[in-house]
């Protein structure tokens, strides 16, 4: 007989256990997600709503109240009775009840990703009066001046959208231009080094009111009575 130490071969792990225990752990790790969603929902659509209302004050100048409505090609109805297609979009009124204009949500691909922005249509005077940008992932220091470079946003001071004589989109349509080249009330005078980030945004803004300005307009009267 010989000497050496007979080798052991260690012991193995039944399979069928070893998928329990981590079928286990998964269902465990899917109640905690769920769990986690279901405490952070009221808290996310709360911190969405106090930051949209903000927002809305800031492109709607002297607005102090706010009624969501959705506004679709049969007419207007408040977003709590909402009940046919349309797009939720923001009237704003002044103290005195009178209407101010009408605050959107638009978006469009920019240099990183989807720029998304809140914008204020004023009917009065068929122009922009203000944008706020909601989301972006531009470039720090050349695309994010779409958020605050004061050259820039006084392009929306009174952007000029003006609905055409056939009632179905822009006599004009919104477009962006090279820095220091705007000659009509339509264009955005563009961000020298950040023109990418420049052109999403009046893209979203000529999207949404191509399809959009039609409608506020048609149902302006309308509009101005839902504070009412």
Known sequence: MSDSPM??????????????????????????VVLV?????????????????????QVVPGATRRVDVVLGADGIALATDAAGEGETVYAAFDEQGKLKGIALAAGAQGYQDVVKLLYGYDPACSCIRGIKILKMTETPGLGDKIAFDPGFLRNFEALSAVVNASGDGLTNPIEAVKHGHKQFAWEVDAISGATISSVAVANALNRSMQRMAPLIQRHRDALGEVVR
């Not at 193995?12 to 225990?21: D, E, L, N, Y």
């Not at 969603?37 to 809305?56: C, D, G, H, L, S």
Request: proline residues 6%; aromatic residues 8%; hydrophobic residues 55%.
């Open 7 to 32: 080798m052991q071969a260690a012991p193995s792990t039944p399979g069928f256990r070893m998928i329990r225990t981590l079928g286990a752990i998964a269902m465990l790790s899917g109640l905690l």
């Open 37 to 57: 969603f279901r405490w952070t929902e009221p808290i996310i659509a709360e911190n969405q709503r106090i930051a949209i209302e903000k927002a809305v004050f």
